[in-house]
């Protein structure tokens, strides 16, 4: 009534209050609709199933024959190369190694990159210099890095070789890579000096996650600097820790560039790990023979690092 009298007395045509339905269709955003979805997610599904799913698939398939990798005839002999695998004795001592060499690469990277990452935390020009470069030889291959390592370790033309000619550095005239108690440690240390940068990282994003407030009422109460470490920073760094360990334990047992190009295993095996034995033996013809293997060193890395996960989970709940 109230709407009617109004329109009367402006002799405007009176409103009609009854509400009218709708009939305009609204368009969906075209980003919305399933079929511009399926258009971006399709090329990257086969991408990626056509470089990781379609390799993994066929290396199962290869694991339970006696295809030599070149000739298009093949038969299958069911669990013969996983037999092989275990009896191997070659193949024990390249588990030997790759096991001795992801421990101790696992040790030091993670003591090193959390020392760097305590020393280097802050802001200022030396530790941004500083933490790139530490960070730096991520971006450089593991090929290029085995190149440098042979040019800086040759016993005759290397860099170490020419400064072994200065005044009480004569230790460092050794054979680096053809020494068997040398090579594994020359070959971990290229390896440290590529991966510590990354290991860095990680432990800095952790420490930026901590509360200044907390350190400052440790201080306050009379904490000094390892007692604010042991009962505030290093609790709070467990999912850094977690990632780290896991990251690096992984990258250990698969470890294959750097060894390849340092010393291709040698010298008498002394630094052939499991990737690279596996690598000569599909290059000898032993294609099937490569696939077991492979295949029983991702079981083992993928069981290592469920039992790793598991324990700093629970390690992160108790912080």
């Known amino acids: 009534m109230t709407l009617e009298l109004d329109a009367r007395r402006r002799n405007d045509p009176v409103p009609d209050p009854t509400p009218r339905p709708d009939n305009t269709r609204r368009r969906r955003p075209v980003l919305h609709s399933n079929r511009t979805r399926l258009l971006f997610v399709v090329p990257a599904l086969i991408l990626f199933s056509s470089v990781v799913v379609a390799p993994i698939v066929a290396n199962l398939f290869y694991a339970f024959t006696d295809w030599n990798g070149f000739s298009p005839a093949f038969n299958f002999i069911g669990l013969e190369n996983f037999g092989r695998v275990f009896t191997d004795p070659e193949n024990r001592q390249a588990a030997l190694n790759t096991l001795l060499f992801a421990t101790v690469n696992s040790v030091l990277q993670l003591g090193l990159g959390l020392a760097l990452a305590l020393s280097l935390f802050g802001s200022g020009k030396l530790r941004a210099t500083l933490r790139l470069m530490i960070v730096l030889p991520i971006a450089i291959s593991g090929v290029?890095?085995?190149?440098?390592?042979?040019?800086?370790?040759?016993?005759?033309?290397?860099?170490?070789?020419?400064?072994?000619?200065?005044?009480?550095?004569?230790?460092?005239?050794?054979?680096?890579?053809?020494?068997?108690?040398?090579?594994?440690?020359?070959?971990?240390?290229?390896?440290?000096?590529?991966?510590?940068?990354?290991?860095?990282?990680?432990?800095?994003?952790?420490?930026?996650?901590?509360?200044?407030?907390?350190?400052?009422?440790?201080?306050?109460?009379?904490?000094?600097?390892?007692?604010?470490?042991?009962?505030?920073?290093?609790?709070?760094?467990?999912?850094?820790?977690?990632?780290?360990?896991?990251?690096?334990?992984?990258?250990?047992?698969?470890?294959?560039?750097?060894?390849?190009?340092?010393?291709?295993?040698?010298?008498?095996?002394?630094?052939?790990?499991?990737?690279?034995?596996?690598?000569?033996?599909?290059?000898?013809?032993?294609?099937?023979?490569?696939?077991?293997?492979?295949?029983?060193?991702?079981?083992?890395?993928?069981?290592?690092?469920?039992?790793?996960?598991?324990?700093?989970?629970?390690?992160?709940?108790?912080?």
């Not at 009480?168 to 000096?193: C, E, H, K, R, Y």
């Not at 505030?232 to 060894?259: C, E, H, Q, R, Y």
């Open 144 to 319: 290029v890095l085995g190149f440098i390592g042979t040019i800086i370790f040759d016993p005759r033309t290397g860099l170490l070789a020419a400064w072994s000619h200065l005044p009480g550095m004569n230790w460092l005239a050794q054979n680096w890579l053809g020494d068997p108690s040398l090579a594994m440690g020359t070959v971990i240390f290229m390896n440290l000096w590529q991966w510590t940068g990354f290991t860095m990282l990680i432990f800095l994003a952790g420490l930026s996650t901590i509360p200044g407030e907390l350190i400052e009422s440790a201080t306050i109460d009379g904490a000094g600097p390892w007692r604010r470490f042991a009962h505030v920073t290093w609790p709070l760094l467990a999912p850094s820790t977690t990632i780290n360990v896991v990251m690096t334990a992984i990258g250990g047992f698969k470890v294959f560039d750097i060894v390849y190009v340092l010393t291709k295993g040698g010298p008498g095996g002394a630094t052939e790990t499991i990737v690279s034995r596996a690598a000569m033996q599909g290059s000898f013809g032993q294609f099937g023979y490569s696939a077991a293997t492979n295949l029983m060193l991702t079981l083992g890395v993928l069981l290592i690092s469920v039992l790793l996960l598991a324990a700093l989970r629970r390690r992160e709940l108790r912080a």
